[in-house]
């Protein structure tokens, strides 16, 4: 079995906080007096650019070392079923050769995860394809 170089920890409390990134909030027109079938609906789920969650989940990307934002990427890339965990050295070269051809690696490997839809449950997905449950304990990065 390959070894991860990012701790089931670290995983944890992205995966925890990713999932609180997912979910946003309807936006609500209380005068509106109408429904959304009504409407269209034209309320959609909105980020407003204050998503403290966001700027958390950021900063934590950011702030690991490239071994273990290169193991993120591939832990990802296997929970969205891009390889097996067989083939776990080559999804984890080409998160490396996707790295290192980043002008500005941390800041572009932010950007890349965060724009993933259910990033939480595709490293979930990962580690569990690793045989690591992500709720064994309280993540504490």
Do not use: C
């Amino acid at each position: 079995m390959p070894e991860l170089a990012i701790s089931r920890e670290k995983v944890s409390f992205l995966i925890e906080k990713a999932h609180e990134f997912d979910v946003k909030d309807l936006p609500t027109d209380e005068e509106s007096g109408s429904n959304p079938t009504d409407d269209d609906e034209v309320d959609v789920l909105q980020d407003d650019g204050s998503d403290s969650v966001a700027a958390e989940l950021a900063s934590f990307i950011r702030a690991l070392n490239e071994d273990e934002q290169i193991d993120l990427i591939a832990l990802m890339w296997l929970g969205r079923g891009d390889g097996t965990i067989d083939e776990w050295e080559d999804l984890r070269s080409r998160a490396a050769e996707r790295w290192n051809g980043y002008r500005n690696p941390r800041r572009q490997t932010v950007r890349y995860l965060l724009g993933e839809p259910l990033l939480g449950d595709l490293l979930a997905e990962g580690l569990d394809q690793f045989g690591i449950s992500w709720v064994d304990d309280a993540p504490v990065p």
